[in-house]
């Protein structure tokens, strides 16, 4: 799975959000703090904003907070808001692939790929992210001998 620019920023907007919850946080504050462009923030805000996720206030006194709170958004619904589904081949979701031959169970294999990563980004929520105590079958996954190695 490759998180992109967006996808990254939005967690990390999301996570600021979650730590000043339930007040306003305007989108020039979560920008510094995250170090982040301000207008690729607005438009992720936006996108955060359309799905639910997120309100905005206008005014002086305005910004942005969550929606609900933090114990109940998780990582996974941040991520498909900016970034679509969470596992997808040439476009199609996992189970709309069909192949012919020597690949014909290559679907339930990409099927297997997306449903490991919705144990970890559905079952994280912000509040778990931003106090770090995830659940105990994803930190399992971070103590596994080459979990921190690139392959």
């Known amino acids: 799975m490759q998180i992109s620019a967006r996808g990254d920023y939005a967690v990390r907007a999301a996570l600021s959000l979650a730590a000043t919850y339930p007040s306003l946080m305007s989108t020039q504050a ?3 703090e995250q170090d982040m462009p301000r207008k ?3 438009a992720i805000l936006a996108d955060l904003r359309r799905a639910g996720l997120v309100r905005a206030q206008r005014g002086a006194e305005g910004g942005y907070t969550l ?3 933090p114990r109940e958004v998780t990582i996974g619904a941040i991520l498909r808001a900016v ?5 997808g081949v040439r476009g199609l979701r996992p189970e709309e692939t069909r192949y012919d031959g020597a690949a014909e169970h290559l679907p339930g294999l990409w099927v297997a790929v997306r449903a490991a ?3 970890v980004v559905d079952e ?12 105990a079958h994803v930190r399992k996954l971070t103590t596994q ?4 190695e690139p392959r």
């Open 40 to 42: 690729f923030l607005e």
């Open 117 to 119: 990563v919705r144990q």
């Open 83 to 87: 970034e679509g589904p969470l596992a």
């Open 30 to 32: 979560i920008a510094t």
């Open 67 to 69: 929606a609900r709170p």
């Open 124 to 135: 994280v929520s912000l509040a778990e992210a931003l106090n770090g105590r995830l659940p």
């Open 145 to 148: 001998p080459d979990a921190w």
